[in-house]
């Protein structure tokens, strides 16, 4: 070991070997002390650390961890059941070596029974449902002079980097299909149903869609259209702009708050599903 080569060999002292290895005097220290009592560094038989955490003890905290416990909360209820206080580093020690990390938690809206019901009725009546004929739509804003989050840096010497609060942005609206896309729309300001409505009017013209080469002669006239449930998007004027470009033929998916009901409150759909 190198500790005990600067040692016995360059007769060097536990603070000068320290600074050489890197390392706190005191590790040094306790590393020439055990090699001159015992001639290794090595821990003899029954001198180690006793295990507080027994193997099944170490599951049922990975269990309480994907459970979504944190270390502190996991630390409490192991010394409640067992009496054996751990430390909040042997929770963490265990939880990496079981590849576990601590990260946001990703989220998603909680559905009520009533729209489970609802989206479990579409998928039904969806099932086996030519998706190929539909044309799908969207809208995306992409932040321009974005800058990269991470970057090597010395530790001492942390670098800083100007960023805007507010970046310019570019918010594009596209629609495409398997045999089918729409031309590119790009706007600078926020979405909204009379600006939808213009979208609709000048990019759904069969002259504005590219059809692809294989595409079936008759699909062009009888595509399917999907969008999602954005307020602009079921705004009365925005589907009668729709109604002008595509007719009837338009499909809507189920939204988190059922909106379009009859009047025995049953889901009604735009566009009879077809198979």
Not at 77 to 98: P, W, Y
Not at 120 to 133: D, F, I, P, Q, T
Not at 245 to 256: T, Y
């Amino acid at each position: 070991m190198e500790v005990i080569h600067l040692n016995t060999e360059l007769q060097l002292g536990p603070t000068a070997i320290a600074k050489r290895v890197g390392v706190h005097r005191n590790t040094v220290t306790a590393l020439l002390h055990k090699y001159h009592e015992t001639g290794s560094v090595k821990e003899r038989p029954g001198r180690g650390r006793k295990r507080k955490v027994s193997s099944e003890d170490e599951q049922r905290i990975i269990k309480k961890a994907k459970q979504g416990k944190n270390a502190k909360e996991i630390t409490r209820e192991f010394e409640d059941k067992t009496g054996v206080k751990v430390s909040l580093t042997t929770i963490r020690d265990i939880t990496k070596a079981h590849k576990l990390k601590w990260l946001p938690r990703l989220t998603i809206e909680e559905l009520t029974e009533a729209n489970q019901a609802k989206r479990l009725e579409y998928a039904r009546a969806m099932s086996g449902y030519n998706w190929k004929k539909v044309l799908f739509s969207d809208e995306k804003t992409f932040f321009l002079g974005a800058m990269r989050t991470h970057a090597y840096q010395e530790p001492g010497k942390r670098k800083k980097w100007p960023v805007k609060r507010h970046p310019k942005k570019l918010n594009v609206w596209a629609a495409a299909g398997a045999y089918m896309q729409s031309k590119l729309y790009f706007f600078k300001e926020n979405m909204n149903a009379p600006l939808y409505q213009k979208v609709i009017r000048s990019h759904l013209q069969e002259d504005r869609i590219t059809f692809a080469e294989d595409c079936p002669p008759t699909l062009s006239r009888t595509y399917h259209y999907l969008q999602d449930n954005a307020k602009w998007h079921s705004a009365a004027g925005s589907m009668k702009a729709l109604e002008e470009s595509v007719d009837d033929r338009i499909i809507e998916h189920p939204a988190q708050i059922p909106r379009d009901r009859n009047s025995k409150g049953e889901t009604r759909y735009h566009q009879k599903p077809s198979r």
